[in-house]
C-alpha cells in the first residue's frame, strides 16, 4: 500500500498535515525533533568519551601481577 505513495501523494499528505495542524504547531514540533536529534547526538559523544576516558585509566593502572618466584627465574635464566 505504502509502495504507491509518489511524489504527487507527498505533496497531498502535507498539505493535509499543514491544514490539520497549521503551521506554528508544525514548526514547533519541527523544533522539539531537532532538540532531541542534538540531545541525542550530545549523549552519544559523552558515552564515548567516558568510555574512552575509563579504558586509558584502566591501561593506566595496570600492574604486573606476575609472581616474585617466576621473574626471578627469568632474570637467571
Given at each position: 500500500m505504502l509502495n504507491n505513495i509518489g511524489p504527487a501523494g507527498l505533496v497531498i499528505i502535507a498539505v493535509?498535515?499543514?491544514?490539520?495542524?497549521g503551521r506554528g504547531k508544525i514548526a514547533t514540533l519541527m523544533g522539539e525533533v531537532g532538540k532531541g536529534i542534538t540531545a541525542f547526538k550530545k549523549g552519544v559523544k559523552d558515552g564515548t568519551e567516558e568510555i574512552e576516558s575509563q579504558s586509558?585509566?584502566?591501561a593506566d593502572t595496570a600492574r604486573d601481577v606476575t609472581p616474585q618466584s617466576q621473574t626471578?627465574?627469568?632474570?637467571?635464566v
Open positions: 493535509v498535515v499543514l491544514v490539520l495542524f586509558t585509566e584502566a626471578e627465574e627469568k632474570d637467571k
